[in-house]
């Protein structure tokens, strides 16, 4: 480990020189940064300079140009409208429904916590899949429910529309504003509602004046997260939106790069509004968490009253159950029925099982084959490369001194904020530029979800690390150990579990990843999802539903060893600190 | 050159200036203490000792090597130093004999002797038969235990404590103080120990060294710093003490005369003392005997008149007017006095202390 030449003043008697400034921790912690730099820097900056119509020119004209035609700016209403819709959505439901786990003695609160984890931990365009089973104006189930029910002539709900977009992807993204209201309702000591009990106030007045004033920056920076994740699901997006043809930022950015020639200038002027509605939302966001001061965190146990609802509570628990199954049950009982039907249309009986669809998805079609191989290099490698690079970047946070360390760490966290469709675009744009022919290969993919995901690796090592009492590594030091030593024997093993929490966190979204990836793949690197993608617009929907079952089934096991490595709920994420 | 030579250490953080000009020079087999306050410095230099801070300016020579300078330094792992953390650093992964293994497993030391020199230093700290135990299961005496036997297996030339009895309750600190100081005696290993706790620096250390402001203060054995402090701040940070401003009449080498209010009384006088300036004659409370017996040889009496008498047991803490400033004085619990009644403060020369008294501590 002691690379560094002799220095001056070093005594022969010991025959240990005084380390020069270069060493081995240099070098591992600068490749690590090269390659965020490269990554996600290099992109970021081509995204820029595209949108101000670099190389052919200079200024703002694309971005005027891009809004002078029509459907842009149709994309951009419909964006909005989304967004809105969304956030109103995930109030609605979201908030009462964290109410009713957090503090009443409803039934069942720990299943129905369990299904809003469920409809979240889902890939939002397998919902989307369901729903066409469901709710599509002709064959979908509900439909024919509601026909044979009521007696209409055609199905009366039809999903293809700009509600059906909004619900669809609302009952994904409520789940943000269900989390941290949960959370936040959680932790109001019961002495607050004590207080207000004692001067006379009701309890149903109590949870009025009292619970949800003390929360309301917490909902309010939920449905905000809910409205910004919307605006970058591309997938419902398309596979709802395009065939009803309402169009948005994202899926319009797609057409433009997909017409001949691709009109790269004018997919980056709309990436950067994207960019820009993003970056709005999340900073009026971290405005609204940051009054959340007045909920008293202290280091003691909350103690939590729980309201007696009596026999409300049976009604409660029908308006919760309704919602996740709208979220949860019925768009994983509607695939993995169909995934194990003859036909999708035809009633469940016992004649109509078949494994069939399962063999040509897992065994026998090409694209399907390949997708499943693809999506587990794919997010394996990008896991692994994330976790090493978040490490550095919380190790250099942490640990060191280096200059500039704050914003490598703020460089990290950024791409959190962006939509996947404007990283691939400015993927393509840097990538396409470059001398290594990585364009059109797997590697184009590897980097786009690296530079994607390296915020959840970042700020997982973050958290591990922390935990983590920097003497222990220095004790390690000055009883012999090189920092290589230190590192291997005392840093890596005591942040395992985190570590590993850090690589499953990566590679749960990077399996499924859809929006970006359908901009990067091409014939030989499709992924799982392109393969679902694919396979629905060929119509191919009982094996599309057999992919998405093994998707889900993927995803939700690796959920649970997460959940099982964290040691704790959902809501509450800490692991016990480990201290010297 | 001394065993340890520190010689115009600098550091800073950012804009905070966490040490200045610091020199020392510390001798094999002594035991040191750095003392002062939290941010005072005391431990930016233990840590610049041990090789992880590097020094803006200065160096630090150990047994004539070139340790550390503002161009290199030698990482902490080539320094054969030992250190004891405040929060213990035991490794809570490996059990009690692995992590006082760790050490020598390093230094290739074969595998008998391993177990053998663990067992040895394990006796030594009283741990015998927890070999197998996890840091988890052990009580904070026992873990301190663990990271000293850690330490001292591989029997390193210095080693640094940084506050290792802080976290530990009262009585099982001054058992372990009593042991460490015997542990020190009989290894002769050079102990550097960082505290904030004048009463431990001056039970356990042969010299010590007052840190504040990134400066050191004073060096000087436990009496010298107690008994002649250079400053007011030393003066106050070793224990209670009165300060009574006065004003300096004439002086000659080392002894002075102040004059206090409409009374004049000796004093001994640090070197460098300003006679423009104001002065301040630091007194202990214990130094002064009350009484109207005739002024002994060698003692200054101070007429004064009792404001108020608080009974604290092994003594009575008297508040007595001298000249328009209040001073306190520990007095014996069986001499008792009516407030308002005229006493006599007899305090001998030497523990009137004359120094600056502008300055901002």
Same mark, same amino acid.
């Given at each position: ?34 390659? /965020? ?42 964006? /909005? ?63 024919? /429910? ?160 729980? /309201? ?17 199954? =709208? ?64 490490? *550095? ?53 590897? *980097?786009?979800?690296?530079?994607? =995901? ?10 591990? =690390? ?44 990077? =399996? ?69 | ?54 020094? &803006? ?52 030391? &074969? ?11 394990? &006796? ?16 904070? $005496? ?93 003066? &106050? ?9 006065? %004003?300096?009449?004439?002086?000659? $080498? ?14 001994? %006088? ?20 009350? $009484? ?70």
């Amino acid at each position: 480990m002691q690379a560094a030449a002799s220095a001056p003043g070093a005594d022969p008697a010991h025959g240990r020189p005084a380390t020069s400034k270069i060493s081995f921790q240099g070098l591992v912690l600068g490749f690590a940064v090269a390659l /965020l730099l490269f990554l996600v820097g290099y992109p970021l900056l081509w995204l820029i300079l595209g949108a101000l119509g670099v190389p052919q020119s200079l200024g703002f004209e694309h971005l005027q140009r891009a809004f002078a035609r029509p459907q842009n700016y149709a994309a951009l209403i419909n964006t /909005l409208q989304l967004a809105l819709g969304t956030g109103v959505m995930s109030v609605l439901i979201g908030v009462p429904l964290a109410w009713a786990t957090s503090r009443t003695n409803m039934p069942l609160r720990y299943l129905v916590h369990a299904l809003v984890a469920l409809s979240y931990i889902m890939p939002p365009y397998l919902t989307a899949l369901a729903y066409i089973f469901l709710l599509g104006p002709e064959a979908g189930h509900f439909n024919r /429910l509601l026909q044979g029910l009521f007696g209409f002539e055609s199905g009366p709900l039809n999903i293809f529309t700009m509600p059906g977009v909004i619900f669809v992807i609302g009952i994904h993204v409520f789940a943000f504003t269900y989390f941290l209201t949960y959370s936040a309702l959680k932790s109001v000591d019961a002495s607050l509602e004590e207080s207000a009990q004692v001067l006379g106030a009701k309890r149903w007045q109590t949870t009025l004046r009292i619970n949800l004033p003390l929360v309301a920056p917490a909902i309010t920076g939920g449905a905000l997260l809910s409205a910004i994740d919307s605006l970058a699901l591309f997938g419902p997006q398309a596979i709802i939106g395009t065939p009803a043809q309402i169009v948005f930022l994202p899926t319009r950015i797609y057409a433009t790069i997909g017409s001949y020639p691709p009109r790269w200038a004018e997919a980056s002027a709309l990436s950067l509004v994207l960019v820009l509605l993003t970056v709005a939302g999340l900073a009026l966001q971290r405005g609204y968490l940051e009054r959340r001061s007045y909920i008293t965190v202290s280091g003691k146990g909350v103690r939590t009253q729980l /309201l007696d609802l009596g026999p409300a509570r049976w009604l409660l628990l029908a308006f919760c159950m309704t919602v996740v199954f =709208f979220s949860a049950i019925a768009p994983v009982g509607t695939l993995t029925i169909n995934a194990f039907s003859k036909s999708w249309t035809d009633p469940l009986s016992f004649s109509n099982l078949t494994l069939e669809h399962f063999r040509s998805a897992l065994f026998e079609d090409q694209v399907a084959v390949r997708g499943i191989i693809n999506s587990f290099k794919l997010a394996t490698s990008a896991a692994a490369i994330a976790v090493l690079i978040g490490a *550095a970047v919380a190790y250099l946070d942490l640990r060191t001194n280096v200059r500039g360390r704050r914003l490598l760490d703020y460089l990290a966290i950024l791409p959190l904020g962006l939509p996947g469709t404007v990283m691939a675009v400015g993927i393509l744009l840097a990538f396409i530029r470059l001398p290594i022919p990585i364009y059109g290969t797997i590697w184009i993919l590897l *980097a786009a979800y690296v530079a994607r =995901f390296i915020p959840l690796a970042t700020r997982s090592a973050n958290a591990t =690390f922390r935990q983590i009492d920097p003497s222990l590594e220095e004790a390690g030091r000055i009883t012999g150990a090189s920092w290589f030593h230190a590192i291997r024997r005392i840093l890596m093993p005591l942040s395992r579990p985190g570590l590993l929490v850090a690589f499953l966190l990566v590679f749960i979204p990077a =399996f499924g990843e859809l929006s970006a990836t359908i901009l990067l793949y091409t014939g030989g690197t499709e992924t799982i999802a392109i393969a679902i993608y694919r396979l629905n617009d060929l119509g191919q929907l009982e094996v599309v539903s057999a992919l998405a079952v093994f998707t889900i089934v993927v995803v939700l096991t690796l959920a649970a060893l997460v959940n099982w490595l964290s040691g704790s709920s959902w809501s509450s994420s800490e692991t016990p600190a480990v201290r010297g | 050159m001394a065993f340890i030579d520190i010689a115009g250490i600098d550091k800073r953080f950012g804009n905070f200036k966490a040490l200045s000009g610091i020199e020392l020079a510390i001798e094999e087999r002594e035991f040191v203490t750095f003392l002062g306050p939290s941010g005072c410095g005391k431990t930016t230099m233990l840590r610049t000792l041990a090789g992880f801070l590097t020094p &803006d300016k200065g160096s630090i020579h150990v047994g004539g090597r070139l340790l550390s300078s503002a161009q290199a330094v030698v990482p902490p792992e080539h320094r054969r130093m030992g250190m004891v953390f405040q929060n213990y650093a035991v490794w809570p992964h490996m059990s009690v004999f692995e992590n006082v293994a760790f050490g020598l497993r390093l230094l290739k030391v &074969d595998r008998t002797e391993v177990s053998e020199r663990v067992s040895r230093v394990l &006796d030594a700290v009283g741990l015998s038969g927890l070999e197998k135990r996890h840091p988890g299961q052990l009580s904070g $005496g026992q873990q301190q235990r663990v990271a000293l036997a850690r330490s001292l297996v591989v029997e390193p030339s210095i080693l640094l404590l940084d506050e290792p009895l802080s976290n530990l309750d009262a009585k099982l600190r001054e058992r372990m103080r009593t042991e460490l100081k015997t542990l020190q005696r009989r290894t002769g290993i050079t102990f550097i120990y960082v505290t904030h706790d004048q009463a431990e620096a001056m039970a356990l250390s042969d010299r010590i060294v007052v840190f504040n402001q990134g400066t050191v203060q004073q060096v000087g054995t436990p009496r010298d710093v107690y008994e002649r402090p250079a400053n007011i701040f030393v003066a &106050d940070f070793m224990g209670l003490v009165n300060k009574v401003p006065g %004003t300096l009449v004439e002086r000659q $080498g080392a002894s002075a005369r102040v004059r206090i209010g409409e009374q004049t009384i000796e004093a001994c %006088t640090s070197e460098g003392i300003d006679p423009r300036g104001a002065i301040v004659v630091a007194i202990r409370p214990e130094a002064i005997r009350l $009484g109207d017996a005739a002024p002994v040889a060698g003692s200054n009496v101070l007429a004064g008149r009792l404001v108020e008498s608080t009974f604290l047991g092994n003594i009575v803490d008297h508040q007595i007017d001298v000249g328009g400033s209040l001073m306190r004085v520990q007095g014996d619990r069986q001499q008792t006095f009516e407030p308002g009644a005229n006493v006599n403060l007899i305090v001998p020369i030497t523990e009137c202390v004359a120094m600056q008294g502008d300055m901002s501590q």
